[in-house]
């Protein structure tokens, strides 16, 4: 019996045993088969997330951001404690003690499942398997991955520390709302950093991640609530919070930015525009797309924001009175169903939901709004974000009565509005802004607005360093997001001319070298080109300065012509203005494209005194670990560490830039375009309190106008014409329509960076000269007419020679004497008086004059 009692027992024994035995084996060939070409774990020590990158003024504060996934990479040692122990609380309480994963967790799953047959099947992932499939595996809920998970899992605890899992786990994982990472997420819903989170707060993070779409803090508040108190008691129950602290964060109240208790991080920020968008572009083709978008980049950019908001203000005021000057109504041309407009819950939605720009400030805020009934002569409107008071809002017939409304469906323009009613209907969608008084702001009315048809572009930049200050691409980035300052191809006009001018004076001539201005006819393949001044009419022999002041189109040609387009287009080249410019004529003249992006950084070259200067929108790149991976001054500070520098005296910065252009050259150019400013094209509307110097251009029919100018220190330029190009009319100028802009904007900038008189070569030499004639004058020479030429120190200049470009001088056409370019009477140096001309004619040459 005894023995049948052993015998039975032992067999029992073997059997478990040879069980045991074999579940092991089979378990390990499991383990073994699903073991093999894992994906390789040890890539995650040298992860790095997605990460958002972020763009920074010059003074230090976010102006916008680039991500694909919102996420703010934080080191776990930056992760507050608290953090920390709300998701080890809601997702793995045995974190810090398992090995990758929990037997016992797994055990109570699978108890669970079984008691419920199946229905209740809940995870017991660690959450070193949660970073295994969220970086290696997929996330299919197959026996298979979860045994790859735990595999994984083994050997990740086995490589990396529990600091490190915690942190690709707390910054990698999904919150909701387009948020990746707990930095990210306390920013999405609380707008705080992670330092400044109550526990309760940290609970509804620790909340999310299994489902957020399940736990919306507004349609799923209760839910939300009902887990977040979960979290709270884990991490009471963990050690992590006392009695007194659980009970009071149970009971705190359901705070979200969704829910409207905190504002909008977003908010904060200015609405994307085009210097911004600019960034983005250039960085993505430096760095790559991805890396950009991905690459956790911290950039400064030049940015200066009080200044973009003067060249948008500048541009938009002169692109509106343009548009505003035509007279007529073109809208929004969109619409709100009327069915919508019987409550004000309706219509605002359906507003909300209509695409118009939000990004416009002229004088005050513009807004969407919508027609919500027509009277008999006003028009009441619903508009967005402001609450309707007990009249209503209304547009008055006063109002409308500048503007003739354009029929699209007729494609003619009606008559004259007299009320409301003839511009808008019911339903119709517009933009408004407030009409407040000048003295006071106060309140006057709402006006009708629209966004003009006519565009520009405006940029400024610092001459020494290309720093680009400000750039307003066009009139409204969220109309528009073209940039017309850097994507825009446009004729550059005369504005081109300081070109064919800066490769004559290197050539040899000089601001007093005498160019013919008559009549010319080219032979072309398409015809006989006769190009003419704006004037229509024709002055004789010139000096060079009068033929840039006034714009001589007629002496820029026949200069082009003496100095030879090969080597104006190679100045054009060198200066960065065109990459290859055809060399015909007709290009002296400014009829190749180029953008005003480049025509802004090659006057920088004059006003600086010839170097070279690549303009930049952005100072330095760091990336996600704060190492400077683009930095773009390259300058030396050579006495910066030395503590002995004199009170007053500021270190010595040295620049070993390329020489564009002799420094006498720049000079030379610099003062006769400051005679566009004094007294010529540009003497209507430029008139700032430092030396300032520029170039108006104006191409055929006035497609394009142009002003680039500078002074001292900025260099600023402006472009204005229609996208698909036409006449902006017969009356348009550079100098009329892009001058007041510069001057609008300069004077800002004047008064926030100064500005003084532009350095002068020690290799000229002064002599005084006769604007109109070119005659040598005496030292002592004054009068409207007499200017003080530079001219290269030991080079003696010769006057009174007269060049033609080779082209036959005609007959049978007027000269026209310029208004003061008769005999003139001046004052010599010993105070006597003395007649200088007149001008010299086609017949005589002039051999100077008073010395």
């Known amino acids: 019996m005894i023995r049948f009692i052993m015998s039975f027992f032992g067999g029992i024994f073997s059997l478990l045993t040879l069980g045991i035995g074999m579940f092991a084996l089979s378990l390990g060939a499991v383990f073994w088969m699903y073991g093999r070409d894992l ?146 997420a306390a920013q999405t819903y609380f707008n705080k950093a992670l330092t400044e989170l109550a526990p309760h707060e940290a609970a509804f993070l620790a909340s999310l991640p299994k489902a957020p779409s399940d736990y919306h803090p507004v ?234 048809v006519v565009e520009g572009a405006f940029m400024a930049m610092d001459v020494n360093t290309g720093r680009v200050l400000a750039m307003q691409g066009g009139f409204s980035y969220q109309h528009s997001v073209f940039n017309r300052a850097t994507q825009a191809e446009r004729q550059p006009g005369s504005s ?63 200069l082009a012509q003496e100095v030879g387009m090969d080597v104006v287009g190679r100045y054009a080249e060198k200066f960065g203005v065109y990459d290859n410019m055809s060399r015909v004529l007709a290009n002296a003249l400014g009829s190749e494209e180029t953008t005003v992006f480049k025509m802004v950084a090659a006057y920088a070259m004059f006003a600086n005194g010839g170097e070279r200067v690549e303009p930049t929108l952005v100072d330095r790149v760091q990336d996600r670990y704060g190492n400077t991976v683009y930095r773009h001054d390259k300058r030396a500070c050579v006495t910066c560490s030395d503590p002995a520098i004199p009170a007053g005296s500021s270190p010595r910065i040295v620049s070993d830039r390329e020489r564009v252009m002799d420094p006498v050259t720049a000079y030379q150019l610099t003062s006769m375009m400051e005679g566009v400013v004094q007294r010529g094209t540009a003497s209507g509307t430029v008139n700032l309190p430092v030396p300032t110097a520029g170039k108006t251009g104006t191409t055929n029919d006035a497609k394009d106008v142009w002003f680039v100018g500078f002074t001292s220190n900025i260099v600023a330029g402006c472009y204005i014409g229609y996208d698909t190009p036409r006449s902006l009319g017969s009356g348009a100028s550079g100098g009329g329509l892009c001058g007041p802009v510069f001057q609008q904007f300069m004077l800002k900038a004047v008064e926030k960076y100064g500005g003084g008189k532009f350095k002068v070569p020690t290799q000229c030499q002064f002599i005084k000269i006769d604007r109109f ?61 003395g007649i200088v001309g007149p001008k010299a004619s086609f017949g005589s040459m002039s051999s100077g004059g008073l010395y």
């Open 39 to 184: 994906p390789s774990h040890e890539s995650l020590a040298q992860y790095t997330p997605p990460t958002i990158s972020r763009i920074y003024s010059v003074e230090g504060r976010i102006i916008d951001e680039f991500a694909q996934e919102r996420r703010l990479f934080t080191p776990a040692a930056e992760i507050p404690d608290l953090v920390k122990q709300a998701f080890i609380s809601a997702e793995d309480k045995n974190f810090y003690e398992h090995q990758g994963y929990d037997p016992r967790g797994i055990a109570a799953a699978v108890v669970d499942a079984v008691k419920s047959r199946g229905r209740d099947v809940r995870g017991a992932s660690t959450i070193t398997q949660q970073v295994m499939k969220n970086f290696l595996l997929g996330g299919d809920r197959r026996a298979e991955r979860k045994i790859k998970e735990i595999i994984l899992a083994t050997r990740i605890e086995e490589t990396l520390s529990k600091e490190k899992i915690l942190e690709l786990y707390l910054n990698e994982i999904f919150l909701g709302q387009n948020s990746y990472g707990v930095t990210a």
């Open 219 to 452: 349609r799923n508040a209760d839910r939300l609530i009902a887990r977040r108190n979960f979290v709270l008691r884990e991490m009471f129950e963990n050690g992590y919070l006392d009695e007194a602290q659980y009970e009071r964060e149970r009971e705190a109240p359901l705070r979200s930015v969704q829910a409207g208790d905190f504002e909008p991080f977003q908010k904060q920020l200015p609405p994307r525009d085009y210097f911004t968008d600019e960034i983005r572009r250039q960085l993505s083709r430096d760095f790559g797309e991805g890396e950009f978008f991905s690459g956790g980049f911290s950039v400064r950019a030049t940015l200066d924001p009080e200044m973009q908001v003067e060249a948008a203000k500048a541009l938009r005021e002169a692109l509106e009175n343009f548009d505003r000057a035509r007279g007529v109504w073109r809208g929004t041309r969109k619409t709100v169903d009327v069915a919508a407009l019987e409550t004000e819950s309706a219509w605002r939605a359906a507003l909300s939901d209509v695409d118009v720009p939000r990004d416009i400030f002229l004088e005050n805020q513009w807004y969407p709004a919508v027609v919500l009934e027509v009277g008999e002569t006003a028009a009441r409107i619903g508009i967005e974000g402001v609450p309707d008071d007990e009249d209503g809002h209304w547009i008055p017939a006063e109002d409308v009565q500048w503007a003739r409304k354009y029929d699209y469906g007729q494609d003619k323009l009606l008559g004259a509005a007299r009320v409301a009613d003839d511009l808008v209907d019911v339903g119709d969608v517009v933009l408004v802004r407030q009409m407040t008084r000048d003295e006071d702001g106060s309140f006057i009315r709402w006006t009708l607005r629209q966004v003009p």
């Open 496 to 558: 081109f001319k300081p070109f064919v001018y800066a490769a004559a004076l290197d050539s040899g001539y000089s601001p007093a070298t005498i160019v013919v201005d008559a009549p010319i006819e080219i032979n072309t393949p398409q015809g006989v080109w006769r190009p003419k001044n704006a004037s229509n009419t024709f002055y004789g022999p010139t000096p060079l300065r009068t033929g840039i002041e006034r714009s001589r189109n007629l002496m820029t040609v026949r």
């Open 773 to 833: 004639t070119g005659a040598r004058l005496s030292d002592g020479a004054s009068g409207e007419n007499v200017v003080s030429e530079c001219f290269r120190q030991g080079e003696e200049p010769l006057f009174g020679i007269q060049f033609d470009g080779g082209f036959a001088m005609g007959s049978g056409f007027d000269i026209i004497q310029p208004n003061g370019a008769g005999p003139k009477r001046v004052t010599t140096s010993s105070g006597r008086t």
